[in-house]
């Protein structure tokens, strides 16, 4: 099937590969099964009667391969009812770096994307691999969070404060504190760009 959009509304179409349909992801149409039940030739046997044999179609020369990778997905985070799978990311990229998180790492990357946070969180993960690399072994959220008042530290001279932090990247004032502390240590060490963004800060 080449078909990438909706014939009625135009939407991306999406392979559920659960269920073996390519449906709508705006208004539901089921556009296409994904395995097919077909009809090929006659069993030549006599002298039994005829009868047709049932024969799969493979509507994708690619579903042994993503159906493959969705299962292993599926058998990594199975009775871990706290991690997630980005399926897209898995069967677009073939790999599974970066694609298995907690939700609530998940969540904290929804609410960068949502408040448009991304620039700073970016920015500070990059003066964490420069100065000191050590902090980047950390959950995706707590990651993010520390980049992020890094970031806008070394910008404004001012700490995000721990109502926004702890709301946008789902972490607990307990953490917000530790990485209060990173900051504070880190932030003189570094020289201040001359640009200047715009951050929330308390």
Known sequence: MTRSTCPVCGSPLVWDYREGFVVCSGCGLVVENIIEEAYGGFEEEEPQPRRRRPVKRIVSENYSVNMRLYRMAEKRVRNKPWLTVDYGAVLSSRRFVKTIMSKA???AVENIE???YW???RNGLKLIEEFNPALL????RGKYALAYML?????????PGPEDVARVFNISET????LYNIVKNLAPKIQPPQAHGQALTH
């Open 137 to 140: 072994s950390r959950s995706e």
């Open 151 to 159: 970031s806008v530290k070394v910008k404004t001279g001012k700490t």
């Open 119 to 121: 620039e700073d969180v």
């Open 105 to 107: 790492s998940m969540e």
């Open 175 to 178: 953490n917000y504190r530790r």
């Open 114 to 116: 949502a408040n448009g």
